[in-house]
C-alpha cells in the first residue's frame, strides 16, 4: 500500500545498513525520498560497501522515487544547501530520518572507559551526534510549514541498560534525549520526534565480518537471531504511516516491538523478537 503516497522524506547516511534499508521502505511506501551520504559512486568512504547512487538506482528499481545528494552532515554548509534544495524542489520535507553516523571509526570494544582512545569522543558526537543536531537545525523550518511530520533518530536503546562500551552509550542515549527534547518544542507544530532502534542488523559490514552475504547468511548459526536492514525501513515507514504517531513521540521504540504493533514482518517473513540486552 503507497500510505505515504505524495509524502517528502529525508534519509540521511543512507549508502549503506539502517540508512539504506530506512530509503528503500519509506519509497516502498510511496514517499520521494532524498538519500544523503558521503559515498557516491566512484568515490566511497573508507573503501566501504555501498554508495547512494546506488541506493537510489535500487529504489527506482523497485518503482520507488527519490534522488542521491552527497552531503556532510557534520558540515553546516552542505546541509544548508541540501535542505533549500529539498524546499526549492518539492517545498516540503515530511519525514526526515536522522540516521549518519560516524561513530564506529574506532573499534568499540569492552574497555574501561580510561583505556579507550579519546578519539572516541570526536567521531562518536561530532560524526554522529552533531552530525544529527545539524541536520535537525536546517530541517525543522521546513518542516513547520507543513505540520504533522516525523523526525526519526535512529540509535541504540534497550530500556536504558548500559551498552558496554562508555563513549557508544554516551553517543546513542545523547540522540534519545535530543528526541526527547525536540519532541517537547515541536509538539505544538504536530511533529513527531522519535528515537528508533535496530536490533542486531545484518549490515553489509556484519555480514562481511561472518563473510556471507544476505542470500547466505542462514547458513551461518551465529546470525539466527539477526534482522534485515529493511526491518528497522518497515519501522520507520510504519511510524509515519500512523495518524496517531503523536501518541509516541519523545518515546524511545525498538523495530521488534513495533513488528509487534503494526503487524509487519522481516523480509523473510519473520517476527525477529526484539533485542535485549542481558544484565
Known amino acids: 500500500m503507497k500510505t505515504l503516497e505524495g509524502k517528502v522524506a529525508l534519509v540521511t547516511g543512507a549508502s549503506r545498513g539502517a540508512g539504506k534499508g530506512i530509503a528503500l521502505e519509506l519509497a516502498a511506501a510511496g514517499a520521494y525520498v532524498y538519500v544523503t551520504g558521503r559515498s557516491v559512486k566512484g568515490n566511497r568512504t573508507g573503501n566501504r560497501p555501498g554508495d547512494i547512487d546506488t541506493t537510489v538506482e535500487e529504489i527506482e528499481k523497485e518503482g520507488g522515487r527519490g534522488a542521491a545528494v552527497s552531503c556532510d552532515h557534520m558540515r553546516g554548509g552542505?546541509?544548508?544547501q541540501l535542505i533549500s534544495r529539498i524546499s526549492s524542489e518539492r517545498g516540503r520535507l515530511d519525514i526526515l530520518v536522522n540516521n549518519a553516523w560516524g561513530g564506529?571509526?574506532?573499534?568499540?570494544?569492552e574497555r574501561p572507559f580510561w583505556e579507550q582512545p579519546l578519539e572516541h569522543w570526536s567521531?562518536?558526537?561530532?560524526?554522529?551526534?552533531?552530525?544529527?543536531?545539524?541536520?535537525n537545525y536546517y530541517a525543522i523550518p521546513l518542516m513547520r510549514k507543513c505540520p504533522g511530520g516525523l523526525i526519526i533518530h535512529t540509535t541504540f536503546w534497550d530500556r536504558y541498560n548500559y551498552l558496554g562500551n562508555f563513549y557508544y552509550d554516551l553517543a546513542k542515549n545523547a540522540l534519545v534525549r535530543m528526541a526527547y527534547g525536540l519532541s517537547r518544542e515541536l509538539r505544538g507544530d504536530g511533529i513527531a520526534v522519535?528515537?528508533?532502534?535496530?536490533?542486531w542488523m545484518r549490515t553489509e559490514l556484519v555480514l562481511d565480518?561472518?563473510?556471507?552475504?544476505?542470500?547466505?547468511?542462514?547458513e551461518v548459526?551465529?546470525?539466527?537471531?539477526?534482522?534485515?536492514?529493511?526491518?528497522?525501513g518497515r519501522a520507520a515507514s510504519a511510524l509515519a504511516s500512523d495518524p496517531k504517531v503523536m501518541e509516541l513521540s519523545g518515546i524511545p521504540q525498538q523495530a521488534g516491538r513495533l513488528a509487534e504493533r503494526y503487524g509487519f514482518t522481516d523480509i523473510d517473513?519473520?517476527?525477529?523478537?526484539?533485542?535485549?540486552?542481558?544484565?
Open 78 to 80: 552542505d546541509t544548508e
Open 104 to 109: 564506529n571509526e574506532l573499534p568499540v570494544d
Open 123 to 135: 567521531h562518536m558526537f561530532d560524526s554522529g551526534v552533531h552530525a544529527q543536531l545539524i541536520t
Open 194 to 199: 522519535i528515537p528508533l532502534s535496530p536490533g
Open 209 to 218: 565480518s561472518f563473510h556471507t552475504d544476505e542470500a547466505h547468511w542462514q
Open 221 to 232: 548459526e551465529e546470525l539466527a537471531s539477526t534482522e534485515s536492514t529493511r526491518y528497522i
Open 269 to 279: 517473513g519473520r517476527v525477529v523478537p526484539v533485542f535485549l540486552i542481558i544484565v
